[in-house]
Structures are given as C-alpha cells and as structure tokens.
C-alpha cells in the first residue's frame, strides 16, 4: 500500500502514511529490505522440499501421506522430518489417500439365507433339561 502510494508521486511522506496505517516506519524499511533481498534460505529449502514432495506424491498416484513420503525423502538422502513434511504437505494441499476401514457384513444374500441345519426346527423349550444346548453370538 505504501509502495503503491509513493508509485502515485502523492504529497504524502512514507512517515505519515506508516502513522496512518499504524505501521512503525522502521518496520516498513525492514520489510522492504527483506522483499528485496528474496527468499530467504528457510523458504527456498522448502520450497525444494515441496516440489521433491509433488514428485513423490505424483509417482505414487496420488496415494502416499506424509508419513510414506517422509520415507522416500529419507530413502533419497533429505534429513527432513515427517512433521516438516505434514506442514508442506498441509499448506500445498496435498493429502494422501487413507485406507478405507473394514466392516464386516451384516446382509446374508442369496437363496438360503441360513445354510446350517436347523435341528431343533425352532422350538427352544424342548420340554426337559440338557436336551438341546444352545447359544448367542
């Protein structure tokens, strides 16, 4: 905002515009100097390490997490950790696709629905003890 300003050669001091911003000047100076210089080191390390990410995710078909990708950074010779990668991963958008869980099923399909025998022919009082045994899973 400020940059844009003095770009329009208005009348107002970088002071004053800091002051209605509320924006300390030397703290704009500062941020000037830094996009200036470029990226810093920690910002083009990670960015390194996010295009090595893409590179591992895309050959895996969209599958691996971070913590596979973790593995591969390892196995190619990046000392990276896996919550560095988690962090990359997180902020570029890339997710992993998680196993689905098992259920198992509950509809018995087909003609017969019981395959086993029903000896007792559904009748659970058999008139006397220790006659038929029964139990519920």
């Known amino acids: 905002m400020i940059e844009a300003e003095k770009a329009n050669e208005t009348m107002m001091t970088v002071t004053r515009m800091c002051r209605l911003l509320g924006v300390d000047r030397r703290r704009f100076y500062e941020w000037r100097?830094?996009?200036?210089?470029?990226?810093?080191?920690?910002?083009?390390?990670?960015?390194?390490?996010?295009?090595?990410?893409?590179?591992?995710h895309a050959a895996s078909d969209g599958t691996y997490?971070?913590?596979r990708i973790h593995a591969d950074l390892h196995d190619a010779g990046v000392a990276v950790s896996r919550k560095t990668v988690a962090k990359l991963m997180q902020a570029d958008g890339i997710t992993g696709i998680s196993p689905r869980t098992w259920h198992p099923p509950t509809t018995v399909h087909g003609d017969d629905p019981f395959p086993v025998s029903d000896l007792?022919?559904?009748?659970?009082?058999?008139?006397?003890?220790?006659?038929?045994w029964f139990s519920d899973i």
């Open 120 to 132: 007792v022919e559904r009748q659970f009082d058999q008139g006397e003890r220790d006659v038929a």
């Open 65 to 67: 997490g971070a913590p």
């Open 33 to 56: 100097a830094r996009q200036a210089a470029g990226p810093s080191p920690r910002q083009q390390r990670a960015a390194a390490l996010t295009t090595q990410i893409r590179g591992f």
